[in-house]
């Protein structure tokens, strides 16, 4: 289990490191906050560190670093270095940023704080892209365990509406209504730590059981280095995109302003959002770890592992807690797989909202322009979640274009914290390796993916299996992240001589 264990160390030695690096060059100083200085009692709330890190740490987990992970381990403990580096040098970069220029911003959503940067047209682009892609994901953790809970009503044999889905989503998103329009502190920071701790200890858990049990061993990354996918997926760039929230996800720049704006001081920075995701990799590299160990491999592949995946996100989730900690793993997993995902539902139709009064200018300290804003967002949301529910909506093909967006949102961000530490006149490589990184990868993914360019560019074998056509899109790849950095490099150069001039 060297491997496992050397990951491990080099996560938590990049947290005090690499992570202390990123925030010297930001320079946090003892200037006021949004928190201090607006503080309106309902989004602008000062909070205590500690809760600060746990609510973040759920904010922009839920069941992301579980079971992307748990689906990353197809590819075998080569996700390991994808989860360690992408955390270290990737992940916990961008949520740093995001969170940190928008503490410096008064608190404004990313689009906001993205405009700022990189101008207006782009503005516009990532507003409409983070109100459409926050209220899908909060749709999808609202249909997810309203679905999980009927399963559970049935399987514990009750009856009746209890067993319905249409019954337990509506008191979902009656719950999201009230915890999107009241105070952050009301609910979120009072409840949201203890579900923090749960999915630490989940974790903890998790590891324990594999470490204590002599039949189950972590793979080495040396002995099985390349792909053990029983699919043949090319590991660039799908896995990539699919451990998202273990690695680096777009969808935590939406989550960062929500915690900037509950910042007593700038120097909570580091341990709030770098630290968060620093923990948050550190999860999932334990269930990365969980679906090498604990599953069949036939002929150099893990078919078990996709065997278990194929029965369903919650279905694995439960199978790796029962089989490493008995009763009590699988209490905690129905605690995981029901209240995680309602946990980033909420806080994501929350984010759909300050980002709509952020854009159309409405202050959110009265009842009035909040409920414009909540009846809307929530209005869209039910349609979506009741309509799916009932079998007259099938949004799954949208949804498909998640894994994508997502990263391409963390690309934006990464290029929009690079010219704002150019402006700064700070060390702007910091931000610009891993977005033109990024680049490369949410572009090869396009080319690659079925559910977008591949399905005119890859073919079939006579059996049925993809053929993906990776020497059209790695090349491509590359070619944009060099025209990506060009770009940026060339907009650096237009703004020094203009000052010059």
């Given at each position: ?11 938590i ?18 200037r ?19 809760k ?5 740490l ?15 381990a ?13 955390t ?11 969170g940190?220029?928008s ?58 509406v ?56 972590i ?33 935590h ?7 900037a ?28 770890a ?38 009590i ?123 977008c ?49």
């Amino acid at each position: 289990m060297i491997s496992f264990l050397l990951c491990l160390a080099l996560l938590i030695i990049g947290y005090f490191v690499y992570g202390k690096i990123v925030d010297n060059t930001f320079g946090p100083d003892d200037r006021e906050t949004p928190a201090v200085r607006i503080n309106d009692g309902v989004d602008y709330v000062v909070m205590p560190q500690w809760k600060l890190f746990l609510v973040q740490l759920l904010n922009i987990a839920g069941l992301g670093p579980i079971f992307g992970a748990l689906q990353g381990a197809l590819w075998g403990p080569v996700v390991f270095l994808w989860i360690t580096f992408g955390t270290i040098f990737a992940g916990g970069v961008h949520d740093y940023f995001s969170g940190m220029m928008s503490e410096r911003n008064e608190g404004a959503s990313i689009a906001e704080v993205t405009g700022k940067y990189l101008g207006p047209v782009m503005q516009n682009i990532m507003r409409v892209f983070s109100v459409v892609l926050l209220i899908m994901v909060g749709t999808v953790f609202a249909v997810g365990p309203a679905g999980l809970i009927v399963t559970l009503c049935k399987n514990s044999g009750m009856s009746g509406v209890l067993t319905t889905t249409l019954f337990w989503l509506i008191i979902i998103l009656v719950y999201y209504f009230i915890a999107t329009f009241i105070s952050i502190d009301a609910i979120i920071g009072k409840i949201y730590p203890v579900f923090g701790i749960c999915l630490i200890i989940m974790a903890v858990g998790v590891i324990f059981g594999i470490f204590t049990n002599p039949a189950y061993t972590i793979p080495e990354l040396w002995d099985h280095f390349g792909s053990m996918h029983p699919s043949g997926t090319p590991i660039w760039s799908f896995m990539f995109i699919t451990v998202a929230c273990g690695a680096i996800s777009g969808f935590h720049s939406t989550q960062s302003p929500l915690m900037a704006r509950c910042m007593k001081s700038e120097k909570q920075g580091h341990f709030v959002f770098y630290g968060a995701m620093v923990c948050e990799g550190i999860i999932a590299l334990i269930w990365a770890a969980a679906g090498c160990s604990l599953y069949e491999v036939t002929g150099g592949l893990n078919t078990g592992l996709a065997a278990a995946l194929a029965e369903g996100q919650s279905a694995a989730i439960y199978d790796v807690c029962s089989k490493t900690m008995g009763g009590i793993g699988i209490a905690l997993a129905m605690i995981g797989v029901v209240i995680c995902p309602v946990t980033s539902g909420d806080t994501a139709f929350r984010s759909a909202r300050l980002t709509l009064a952020d854009w159309l200018k409405l202050d959110q300290d009265s009842y009035a322009n909040r409920l414009k804003l909540c009846v809307p967002v929530l209005g869209i949301g039910a349609f979506l979640g009741i309509g799916n529910a009932l079998g007259f909506i099938n949004y799954t093909v949208i949804w498909r274009y998640f894994s994508w967006t997502n990263q391409t949102l963390a690309m934006i961000v990464l290029w929009a914290a690079s010219m704002y530490l150019f402006k700064e006149k700070k060390n702007y490589w910091i931000t610009a390796v891993p977005a033109t990184f990024m680049s490369a990868v949410s572009c090869t993914y396009f080319v690659l993916a079925p559910e977008c360019l591949g399905g005119l560019l890859n073919s079939k074998t006579a059996e049925g299996a993809t053929i993906y056509n990776t020497a059209l899109a790695y090349p491509i790849g590359i070619i944009f992240a060099i025209a990506m950095l060009a770009i940026f490099l060339h907009a650096t150069k237009k703004t020094t001589a203009k000052k010059a001039a």
